[in-house]
């Protein structure tokens, strides 16, 4: 097949809003809830099973429904919403039954996590809010009968993370230190003082975190990369201080663990390797994940199940199919399959993902995935390099519509898990530190001569492009190796890492220790910063560039787009400048998402001579 004869995906069908998605069981296994669209804003559907009554019980007309879950009472969802992108997330309940909405947490400018909930206290949830300092998340106890509020622990000041027990008791926590690592504390009861049981030093500190404790209460489950390269699950006693090595793999690091809800003992642990490998503990259920694995080529997660744990919810992702959900019935062992998020799609043929791997001119390993458009000449292409963000992240096998986007429209679509990326041990995270920019930016060019060198890419049209760190580094591509490139595009990239990390979210506060030893001390480091900050080097931009900010961006704000921008006009470099007045870190109205894409489908076609939906 040629690419003028490659039916052409409409920016709706790639970007649009899910016909359904992220389907739920009800606690009592009675009800199905899922996200759909009502006048093409995502809202709460429900349905019960066996019976054709879906019907809506949100009505939301700005961002919609993202986050939702089910309360254990079986009468109402949770669920979750900020303001325009701001991140200050308030919690909702609604009634399924008279569909009334009320929000829990009407606190302007106050931030909520969701700490925890379970079956055996049907009526309470705890949460986390900065409401009484903007820097830090204190406990609250909610009861959905009384809809009483209460504050059941305060944060001294350096806790970042709360843990409860099997009996919904705040027993575990992790704290900054000065040092930029994390302390792990403990307690026996609400009322006993917290006590430091180990510490992560900074090398260890992205990978390893408290996981949960047993259902006795006296051991925990962690994720821990001390006296090991990748972070592997233990368990630790907590009286002896004994650990146990649950699981490990010497070049990945764990990246899921599914836990029986009922006993707290780990039944499979999941390690993302070029695709998903699971590894099942629990022989009881090995019948059961034989079967779902077989249901399609894809990757899997178990993401829901009922209170008997005689239904699961498994969610499917493949690199060349949209997403796919099935109903799993462990009594009867079999699986129904519920809705693909975009059927859509199965009417166009879709490009696969091909695992990569390279060597970096200092020799490290450096691994990503490779996206040709599925026509019969698959060399000498135009490409783009698709940056993730973080950078304390990694990209992965399955569906991405962004790299199904650029194949369709004629790219190769290159997504490298530069050093810094997560997965693949602590060496090879903390091989990034102090490096944006630097090496970090050096992985991502030694990934385009490859492709270059293996003929997938024509070295004259290549761009670069990528959110977040992935932005900034679109815009490093543009001032720090200006001739690699004939095009570049950020979204919510900073371009000044002096002033992104002077401003930084209050409740970032206990992160930034971490993140000034990972990147730079902008009191003690500040020539450095600016050596890496884009914003000091517009002088050596040669090419086109396409911005886009969201401004209620709470991570990257506004100014940092801006700056970079008004630099650029003052010295005549050509730029496309897009700020969306009701977006935060990324764009979630559709409306949106379809304005940016046809933006900068146009500008890479104009750049690298790619298709173009009219």
Same mark, same amino acid.
């Given at each position: 097949? &040629?690419?003028?004869?490659?039916?052409?995906?409409?920016?709706?069908?790639?970007?649009?809003?899910?016909?359904?998605?992220?389907?739920?069981?009800?606690?009592?296994?009675?009800?199905?809830?899922?996200?759909?669209?009502?006048?093409?804003?995502?809202?709460?559907?429900?349905?019960?099973?066996?019976?054709?009554?879906?019907?809506?019980?949100?009505?939301?007309?700005?961002?919609?429904?993202?986050?939702?879950?089910?309360?254990?009472?079986?009468?109402?969802?949770?669920?979750?919403?900020?303001?325009?992108?701001?991140?200050?997330?308030?919690?909702?309940?609604?009634?399924?039954?008279?569909?009334?909405?009320?929000?829990?947490?009407?606190?302007?400018?106050?931030?909520?996590?969701?700490?925890?909930?379970?079956?055996?206290?049907?009526?309470?949830?705890?949460?986390?809010?900065?409401?009484?300092?903007?820097?830090?998340?204190?406990?609250?106890?909610?009861?959905?009968?009384?809809?009483?509020?209460?504050?059941?622990?305060?944060?001294?000041?350096? %806790?970042?993370?709360?843990?409860?027990?099997?009996?919904? &008791?705040?027993?575990?926590?992790?704290?900054?230190?000065?040092? $930029? $690592? *994390?302390?792990?504390?403990?307690?026996?009861?609400?009322?006993? #003082?917290?006590?430091?049981?180990?510490?992560?030093? %900074?090398?260890?500190?992205?990978?390893?975190?408290?996981?949960? +404790?047993?259902?006795?209460?006296?051991?925990?489950?962690?994720?821990?990369?001390?006296?090991?390269?990748?972070?592997?699950?233990?368990?630790?006693?907590? &009286?002896?201080?004994?650990?146990?090595?649950?699981?490990?793999?010497?070049?990945?690091?764990?990246?899921?663990?599914?836990?029986?809800?009922?006993?707290?003992?780990?039944?499979?642990?999941?390690?993302?390797?070029?695709?998903?490998?699971?590894?099942?503990?629990?022989?009881?259920?090995?019948?059961?994940?034989?079967?779902?694995?077989?249901?399609?080529?894809?990757?899997?997660?178990?993401?829901?199940?009922?209170?008997?744990?005689?239904?699961?919810?498994?969610?499917?992702?493949?690199?060349?199919?949209?997403?796919?959900?099935?109903?799993?019935?462990?009594?009867?062992?079999k699986a129904t399959f519920l809705f693909y998020n975009k059927p859509a799609l199965l009417e166009y043929k879709l490009a696969e993902m091909i695992p990569i791997s390279f060597k970096a001119r200092d020799g490290l390993t450096i691994h990503g995935y490779l996206t040709l458009p599925p026509i019969?000449?698959?060399?000498?292409?135009?490409?783009?390099?698709?940056?993730?963000?973080?950078?304390?992240?990694?990209?992965?096998?399955?569906?991405?519509?962004?790299?199904?986007?650029?194949?369709?429209?004629?790219?190769?679509?290159?997504?490298?898990?530069?050093?810094?990326?997560?997965?693949?041990? &602590?060496?090879?995270?903390?091989?990034?530190?102090?490096?944006?920019?630097?090496?970090?930016?050096?992985?991502?060019?030694?990934?385009?001569?490859?492709? %270059?060198?293996?003929?997938?890419?024509?070295?004259?049209? %290549?761009?670069?492009? $990528?959110?977040?760190?992935?932005?900034?580094?679109?815009?490093?591509?543009?001032?720090?190796?200006?001739?690699v490139f004939k095009c570049a595009i950020d979204i919510v990239g900073p371009s000044n890492i002096i002033t992104l990390i002077k401003n930084i979210p209050p409740y970032w506060v206990n992160f930034l220790y971490n993140f000034k030893k990972r990147v730079g001390d902008p009191d003690t480091e500040?020539?450095?910063?600016?050596?890496?900050?884009?914003? +000091?080097?517009?002088?050596?931009?040669?090419?086109?560039?396409?911005?886009?900010?969201?401004?209620?961006?709470?991570?990257?704000?506004?100014?940092?787009?801006?700056?970079?921008?008004?630099?650029?006009?003052?010295?005549?470099?050509?730029?496309?400048?897009?700020? *969306?007045?009701?977006?935060?870190?990324? *764009?979630?109205?559709?409306?949106?998402?379809?304005?940016?894409?046809?933006?900068?489908?146009?500008?890479?076609?104009?750049?690298?001579?790619?298709?173009?939906? #009219?």
């Amino acid at each position: 097949m &040629k690419l003028e004869e490659l039916k052409l995906i409409p920016r709706e069908v790639l970007f649009g809003n899910p016909v359904k998605t992220n389907p739920q069981i009800s606690p009592n296994g009675k009800m199905m809830s899922y996200l759909a669209p009502v006048d093409n804003v995502l809202n709460l559907w429900v349905s019960t099973i066996g019976q054709n009554d879906d019907r809506p019980i949100t009505f939301d007309k700005n961002r919609g429904v993202l986050n939702y879950f089910w309360a254990q009472d079986n009468k109402h969802i949770f669920y979750l919403q900020d303001l325009n992108g701001n991140e200050n997330w308030r919690l909702y309940l609604v009634n399924i039954d008279t569909k009334e909405v009320k929000d829990l947490t009407p606190f302007e400018n106050v931030q909520v996590q969701i700490i925890d909930h379970n079956k055996r206290f049907p009526n309470d949830i705890i949460i986390a809010m900065n409401k009484d300092n903007e820097m830090l998340h204190d406990i609250y106890h909610f009861n959905i009968e009384t809809h009483e509020l209460k504050k059941v622990a305060e944060n001294p000041g350096n %806790i970042i993370s709360w843990t409860t027990d099997y009996n919904l &008791k705040v027993r575990g926590a992790m704290a900054s230190n000065l040092e $930029g $690592g *994390f302390d792990l504390l403990i307690r026996d009861t609400e009322e006993s #003082e917290w006590k430091t049981i180990l510490s992560w030093s %900074i090398e260890d500190s992205l990978n390893s975190h408290l996981l949960g +404790f047993t259902k006795d209460g006296n051991s925990i489950y962690l994720i821990d990369s001390r006296n090991a390269n990748t972070s592997r699950l233990v368990k630790m006693n907590l &009286k002896t201080l004994e650990i146990e090595v649950i699981a490990e793999d010497k070049i990945y690091d764990v990246s899921n663990v599914l836990i029986n809800p009922d006993t707290y003992e780990v039944q499979m642990v999941t390690f993302n390797k070029e695709r998903q490998e699971n590894l099942v503990l629990d022989e009881s259920i090995k019948e059961d994940i034989n079967i779902i694995s077989k249901l399609t080529r894809g990757d899997f997660l178990i993401y829901d199940r009922d209170n008997d744990d005689k239904h699961w919810l498994v969610g499917f992702t493949t690199d060349n199919a949209p997403y796919s959900f099935y109903s799993y019935d462990r009594e009867n062992k079999k699986a129904t399959f519920l809705f693909y998020n975009k059927p859509a799609l199965l009417e166009y043929k879709l490009a696969e993902m091909i695992p990569i791997s390279f060597k970096a001119r200092d020799g490290l390993t450096i691994h990503g995935y490779l996206t040709l458009p599925p026509i019969e000449n698959q060399k000498n292409l135009p490409m783009v390099l698709n940056v993730h963000g973080g950078p304390w992240y990694r990209d992965t096998w399955g569906y991405n519509p962004e790299a199904q986007w650029f194949a369709n429209r004629g790219y190769a679509c290159l997504q490298v898990n530069f050093r810094g990326s997560t997965g693949y041990g &602590k060496d090879f995270l903390n091989a990034g530190d102090k490096e944006w920019g630097r090496k970090m930016h050096y992985d991502l060019i030694d990934a385009v001569n490859w492709a %270059i060198e293996q003929g997938y890419a024509d070295k004259e049209r %290549i761009a670069i492009y $990528g959110g977040s760190y992935g932005g900034y580094a679109a815009l490093v591509g543009a001032t720090f190796t200006p001739d690699v490139f004939k095009c570049a595009i950020d979204i919510v990239g900073p371009s000044n890492i002096i002033t992104l990390i002077k401003n930084i979210p209050p409740y970032w506060v206990n992160f930034l220790y971490n993140f000034k030893k990972r990147v730079g001390d902008p009191d003690t480091e500040e020539e450095f910063l600016k050596e890496i900050s884009p914003l +000091f080097k517009v002088d050596n931009i040669k090419i086109p560039i396409l911005i886009a900010q969201g401004a209620n961006d709470p991570r990257v704000k506004q100014s940092e787009s801006e700056q970079i921008v008004e630099a650029m006009k003052r010295k005549g470099i050509d730029y496309t400048y897009m700020l *969306f007045e009701n977006e935060g870190h990324g *764009f979630v109205k559709p409306e949106n998402k379809i304005k940016f894409y046809k933006e900068a489908e146009k500008f890479l076609a104009k750049n690298l001579g790619g298709r173009y939906e #009219e």
